[in-house]
């Protein structure tokens, strides 16, 4: 069974650009959620999404965009990036009623 | 911001020895999760425990939570050159799907 697979691996973009990612999920799983990691920051929570529909969001702004496909692959999109923007950008996907996330290599994103 | 803060950030052992790391977070949980990375790798869960659990073991790990404390230990016994990772706890407040708070990791190192 193919594990979550994100594309592209790494990014380098310029500020003011934006940018897009994808992640396809396990095969069954219906829900992905995407997280940010930073040196300074950690791992900080994106938001979630299920079976189309955002459930849960973290506090970022509107710059950071997402959506869920109905094959449960979902996209992010961050607009008019900002050099603090750079970081290790994680999905994770779950099972319907599972707390346990499978997460992805994750995608770099330099911004420069 | 970040609910888990972890203890200690760094971790030097020899193979053999156990390693022990602490979790604490600030609010009602309903579940906590351990997760290890390797550098600059996606994460990979270890093991759930829920808030009524108090104690849980898989292979060489054990798991302990104490609500009334609102922390959390995870002991890796019979360390392996193979565990060097980061280790992270995670908690889950929310009141549906998955939104895990990240706490900061711990750095383990364990020399051959």
């Known amino acids: 069974k193919a594990g979550v697979t994100q594309t592209p691996r790494y990014l380098i973009k310029t500020r003011g650009q934006q940018v897009t990612l994808s992640c396809s999920p396990i095969s069954g799983h219906r829900s992905v959620s995407w997280y940010q990691q930073t040196p300074g920051q950690g791992l900080q929570f994106l938001f979630e999404y299920f079976s189309e529909t955002q459930r849960n969001k973290g506090n970022f702004p509107g710059r950071f965009s997402g959506r869920q496909f109905s094959n449960s692959r979902s996209e992010m999109n961050v607009s008019t990036l900002e050099l603090g923007d750079s970081a290790l950008y994680l999905c994770?996907?779950?099972?319907?009623?599972?707390?346990?996330?499978?997460f992805g290599s994750g995608t770099q994103l330099s911004v420069l | 911001s970040q609910q888990g803060e972890e203890d200690p950030q760094a971790l030097s052992i020899q193979e053999g020895e156990n390693a022990t790391m602490n979790c604490s977070y600030k609010t009602s949980i309903n579940n906590l999760q351990w997760y290890r990375q390797n550098s600059g790798r996606g994460l990979v869960h270890l093991i759930l425990i829920r808030s009524n659990e108090r104690e849980k073991h898989s292979g060489r790990l054990r798991v302990t939570l104490d609500t009334s404390k609102k922390s959390s230990s995870l002991l890796i016994t019979a360390s392996r050159a193979a565990d060097t990772a980061s280790y992270f706890c995670?908690?889950?407040?929310?009141?549906?799907?998955?939104?895990?708070?990240f706490g900061g990791g711990t750095r383990v190192l364990v020399k051959p």
């Open positions: 995670a908690t889950d407040a929310s009141a549906a799907g998955n939104k895990l708070t």
């Open positions: 994770a996907s779950s099972l319907p009623g599972d707390e346990k996330l499978f």
